[in-house]
């Protein structure tokens, strides 16, 4: 097991400067703090008092690392998160990663040290990192909402390709046929696994060759900017599919600063509902995901895992998408 003068060692320091980079106490210039989180991580060191030698007992405490708690798809699954966790005696710890890798690795350590029992993760990407960070020290994890491939482990997501080509058929049953699809990061399960069944809908459609896929991230900002360009072009969409909500938002904003009215002139789908507490009066078509059953289904897991309860094999759920039609799938205008 890795020790702290192994850390020492690798790193060039003394012990107690290790200790004090570990426990935020003393003074460490920056170089110094950098060299020796860079030995605790290709170490996988976890201090000695938590170490897996003294994980005999419980914490009653899991953890939720979540890409982006703003966005009320995730406020909803952590809502299903702390529901089931509460009704076992558990308490849940949640953490937000902005979509980023580091800070998604940076929490595993920190949950590591705090003796969670499990983890329930949304990938921020394809990297398998973090995953095999947690299995390396006995900790279970269950992946909710996106997958990372190459690891087996428990998952809980729904049918993207499904909800996709579901989404983009309504548009050309519309008469659409120049649809532009807006999606976030390139790897990101999620965002690939929308545009794959985008790019279904149209080849079943015989329209392989009218494919408009733009890759930005899942936020408002980005479903603006993405707008604005797809606008922009020369061949422009009758119709445009959002790979999440925040994306749909985001064009949403766009289309109004550019006086494009929807779905007169240009008609919007998305994937992701809105709370019903957030919108008076429900506008966006939308393949709808089950937030909180998700949330839910993925703390069970866990907690079957954790009691024993769980089979041998790791489990992997997939759930249905729902489509919702309302007003801003309109119909084609012109060809």
């Known amino acids: 097991m890795t020790t702290l003068h192994d850390v020492a060692k690798r790193a060039g320091v003394a012990p107690i400067t290790v200790s004090r980079v570990i426990n935020h106490s003393g003074y460490v210039s920056r170089e110094t703090r950098e060299r020796v989180e860079r030995a605790i991580d290709e170490l996988g060191y976890v201090p000695n008092t938590l170490a897996r030698g003294l994980r005999s007992k419980r914490s009653n405490t899991l953890a939720l690392v979540m890409t982006d708690i703003t966005n009320p798809f995730f406020t909803v699954i952590a809502r299903g998160v702390e529901d089931t966790a509460s009704l076992s005696g558990y308490t849940v710890i949640f953490c937000n990663t902005d979509e980023n890798e580091t800070e998604e690795y940076k929490y595993a350590r920190i949950l590591a040290q705090k003796q969670v029992d499990g983890v329930i993760l949304v990938p921020a990407c394809s990297s398998s990192k973090t995953v095999e960070f947690f299995q390396a020290k006995e900790i279970p994890v269950v992946l909710i909402d996106r997958s990372v491939p190459d690891v087996e482990t428990d998952a809980v997501r729904c049918d993207s390709v499904s909800g996709a080509q579901k989404l983009v058929k309504l548009l050309l049953d519309l008469g659409h046929i ?80 550019m006086g494009v009215r929807v779905p007169e002139d240009v008609a919007l789908v998305g994937f992701d509902d809105l709370p019903v507490n957030l919108v008076v009066d429900p506008f966006f078509t939308v393949a709808a995901q089950p937030a909180y059953l998700m949330g839910q289904r993925g703390t069970q897991m866990l907690l079957d895992r954790l009691t024993g309860k769980a089979p041998q094999k790791y489990q992997q759920e997939i759930l249905p998408v729902e489509i919702i039609t309302r007003q801003s799938s309109g119909p084609a205008l012109h060809p």
């Not at 965002?191 to 930005?216: N, P, S």
């Open 178 to 257: 120049r649809i532009a699809a807006l999606t976030g990061p390139r790897g990101v399960s999620t965002a690939e696994d929308r545009i794959r069944g985008y790019r279904r809908a149209l080849a079943e459609a015989g329209l392989e060759d009218k494919t408009l896929v733009y890759y930005g991230s899942f936020t408002q900002d980005s479903g603006y900017d993405l707008a604005r360009q797809v606008m922009g072009s020369t061949l422009l969409p009758t119709a445009i599919f959002c790979a999440n909500n925040f994306i749909t938002i985001g064009v949403m904003k766009a289309m109004r600063d």
